[in-house]
């Protein structure tokens, strides 16, 4: 009887998987591209924490306080990104 071992994933195979990046399909430029890298990332730890709130590993209180700091970032990253000043969206 053959032994089989299950081969292991590599590293960029693993991120890959775990924080799956989708093709941008915008206009190219550098800043579009870093803030969709960046909203692609919040949406990915708005995931994590609704998955750790909803099983009990967080208060509905910690994933709110998390998820508004993970806006806070986003917004402060739009506004670096393209000057804008607009502090309503």
Excluded: H
Aim: charged share 30%.
């Amino acid at each position: 009887m053959k032994s089989e071992t299950m081969q292991q994933p590599s590293e960029p195979e693993k991120d890959k998987f775990i924080s799956p990046r989708s093709r941008y399909y915008g206009q190219v430029k550098p800043e579009n591209l870093i803030f969709n890298a960046n909203l692609q990332e919040f949406a990915q730890k708005v995931g994590i924490i609704t998955s750790l709130e909803t099983n009990g590993k967080l208060t509905s209180q910690e994933a709110y306080k998390k998820i508004k700091c993970l806006w806070k970032q986003l917004k402060r990253s739009k506004k670096q990104l393209f000057n804008n000043n607009d502090s309503s969206t």
